[in-house]
């Protein structure tokens, strides 16, 4: 059980922009701490997506964007197209468990 | 090109040892600069973190909560590997497990690279 929640799918047409949100706590995503994101294909290992709340990794279209407040955070993809169908994890570290902790996971459906 | 090969068996009885190696290339896992990580995915507990090994000064191992007394993380820079132990297995170790390299950024670490994962069941 993820100390980091997110919504279980969210779904959008083509050219469409989607959020994900992913909540947590003053332990984990409250802190200074950054919030990472990942992409991960059904069958595939998980794809870094976004580090340190706002950055995208060499190779990452520019659609793909985070942002961080409070004690939550967000992904959100713009002008969605039909390769972005993937589960959608964020990341941080919790101080209360002393470890790396990931959100409950999205599934992306493009419509 | 940094790649993280894994191996290791994909079936283990129960109260047995679950040990798995990734061959680490184009990288040093004596780097000061990696953390070298395994992560565990199942339908039931969802993306779990187990633990990391990093070189800084000295090798330093940290171990989540939930499993720390049942799990070794090391490193061989003869051979430039890392490895997992989890003793005492039971079903509820049944996943796929990733070999995962962390990058420190500012403020925490992020999984940049991850192995393509093993399928390991815990059935007698």
């Known amino acids: 059980q993820s100390v980091l929640t997110q919504p279980p799918s969210v779904s959008g047409a083509p050219g469409q922009r989607v959020t994900i949100s992913c909540t947590g706590s003053s332990s984990n995503i409250g802190t200074p701490l950054d919030v990472h994101w990942y992409q991960q294909v059904p069958g595939t290992a998980p794809r870094l997506l976004i580090f340190g709340n706002t950055n995208r990794p060499s190779g990452i279209p520019d659609r793909f964007s985070g942002s961080k407040s409070g004690t939550s955070a967000s992904l959100g993809i713009t002008g969605l197209q039909v390769e972005d169908e993937a589960d959608y994890y964020c990341q941080t570290y919790d101080s209360s468990l002393s470890g790396y902790v990931f959100g409950t996971g999205t599934k992306v459906t493009v419509l | 090109q940094v790649l993280l090969q894994q191996s290791g068996p994909g079936l283990v009885k129960p109260s047995q040892t679950l040990s798995l190696s990734c061959a680490v290339s184009g990288d040093s896992v004596s780097t000061d600069s990696s953390a070298w990580n395994w992560i565990r995915q199942s339908p039931s507990r969802g993306l779990e973190w187990l633990g990391r090994t990093f070189y800084q000064s000295k090798w330093i191992h940290q171990y989540a909560l939930s499993v720390k007394s049942r799990i070794t993380i090391n490193a061989d820079t003869s051979k430039n590997e890392f490895s997992l132990q989890l003793n005492s297995v039971t079903p509820e170790d049944s996943a796929v497990y990733y070999c995962?390299?962390?990058?420190?950024?500012?403020?925490?670490?992020?999984?940049?690279?991850w192995g393509r994962g093993t399928l390991v069941t815990v059935s007698s």
């Open positions: 995962v390299r962390g990058l420190s950024w500012h403020l925490g670490w992020y999984f940049d690279l």
